[in-house]
């Protein structure tokens, strides 16, 4: 089974479209997305439409932080992400909120888990940047592998046989085996807004079978999104990070 993971899409459609057309042309068998579809970005419409259709088809989607504050809750952010929260919350239909509300924090499917945040407390939204969170995730979980985002840079930790936590840094396009005999964490990365200095939207492919992960990148029309997020009159620092991809 080849499935593909989305995370933190933060209303970005055309880094979105790109990815959506790169995985078309695998034979993917599940989509699972793993929050962050709204803040930043100026099309959140479009982008909660766009899960919801793939939800309504078999996919998993799970709640994030910003998908939340959209909804109504009180989340802990900084004043440019409360302007573009409460931007995104009028942006909104009331169905498209309601779908953001139900859904869930995570989701397990056989020996996969699959959060927003960390596996330890979802609700929380701990960033899951070094190996003792990564180890708070692990333990908090049976699973073989889980699968989160919010951080908005790729990164993978391994439980090795003597119990130790070990980090490293995913290389672009490249098939990494996530053996048998290890436990993992697999932060996805960003597809709206990657922070690791690389623009590129970033999604992931992991085939169950050879039990290989691969971190793709996907150049998109980046000053089109920017663009639209300065006419949207949202913070101008939301369109210039995303040349950065910082």
């Known amino acids: 089974m080849l499935i593909a993971l989305f995370t933190d899409i933060h209303g970005n459609r055309e880094a979105l479209e790109a990815c959506l057309a790169h995985a ?6 599940r989509f699972v997305f793993l929050g ?16 919801r259709d793939f939800v309504a088809r078999g996919a998993i989607a799970l709640v994030g932080n910003h998908d939340s504050a959209a909804a109504g809750a009180f989340e802990r952010m900084n004043d440019e992400a409360m302007l573009a929260i409460d931007w995104t ?9 309601a779908f953001l509300r139900a859904l869930p924090l995570s989701a397990e499917d056989g020996d996969h888990c699959y959060v927003h945040a960390s596996a330890a407390s979802p609700a929380r939204w701990e960033y899951v940047f070094d190996e003792r969170a990564a180890a708070r995730s692990l333990h908090a979980t049976k699973a073989d592998r889980t699968f989160c985002g919010h951080t908005h840079v790729p990164a ?8 130790n936590v070990m980090a490293s840094a995913p290389m672009d396009d490249v098939a990494m085996p996530l053996t ?35 971190y793709v990148r996907v ?6 999104a920017q663009r639209k997020i300065r006419e949207a009159g949202l913070p101008p620092f939301l369109a210039a990070r995303l040349a950065r991809g910082m």
């Open 24 to 29: 078309r042309h695998r034979k993917i068998d």
């Open 156 to 163: 993978l930790f391994q439980l090795t046989a003597t119990g």
């Open 36 to 51: 962050d579809y709204v803040g930043y970005g100026a099309d959140p419409g479009f982008v909660v439409e766009t899960v």
């Open 89 to 97: 919350r009028q942006q909104l239909g009331h169905d498209q909120l």
């Open 219 to 224: 150049p998109y029309d980046i000053a089109v």
């Open 180 to 214: 048998w005999h290890r436990r993992f964490v697999a932060v996805i990365g960003a597809v709206g807004q990657p922070r690791d200095g690389n623009p590129d939207a970033c999604y992931a492919l992991f085939d169950d079978v050879t039990r290989e992960l691969t």
